[in-house]
């Protein structure tokens, strides 16, 4: 059975930085895509970033420059460091992988952050 396991959420004040870290029970992690979303109450779920299995990214317009996903595919660990943190970016952070061949998505139970003098 695939798990995902966030961690790294909490309190962080405006314009700091914060690191949240998925770690998966997956065997061949490497052949999975990973994602992380955001979702505010009462608002859709947002994609913020996605990493390729072979490690190429890509951002939500509004997190380029500040957020930074990457993987460890030796650890089965995925991360997303945010930089310069703001009031609106408190929420819910959910990580999520696909298996490539599959498809089968899994998801993380999520992990809040708040952001906040």
């Known amino acids: 059975q695939v798990q995902l396991v966030e961690s790294g959420g909490g309190l962080v004040q405006p314009g700091g930085p914060l690191r949240l870290s998925c770690s998966a029970s997956?065997?061949?992690?490497?052949?999975?895509?990973v994602r992380w979303y955001r979702q505010a109450p009462g608002k859709q779920l947002e994609l913020v970033a996605t990493?390729?299995?072979?490690?190429?990214?890509s951002y939500a317009d509004s997190m380029k420059g500040r957020f930074t996903i990457s993987r460890n595919n030796a650890e089965k660990k995925a991360y997303l460091q945010m930089n310069t943190l703001r009031p609106e970016n408190t929420t819910i952070y959910c990580c999520?992988?696909?298996?490539?061949?599959?498809?089968?998505?899994?998801w993380g139970q999520g992990n809040q952050m708040i952001v906040s003098a």
């Open positions: 997956i065997s061949l992690f490497d052949i999975y895509v």
């Open positions: 999520n992988t696909e298996n490539l061949i599959t498809r089968s998505p899994y």
């Open positions: 990493i390729s299995h072979v490690g190429s990214t």
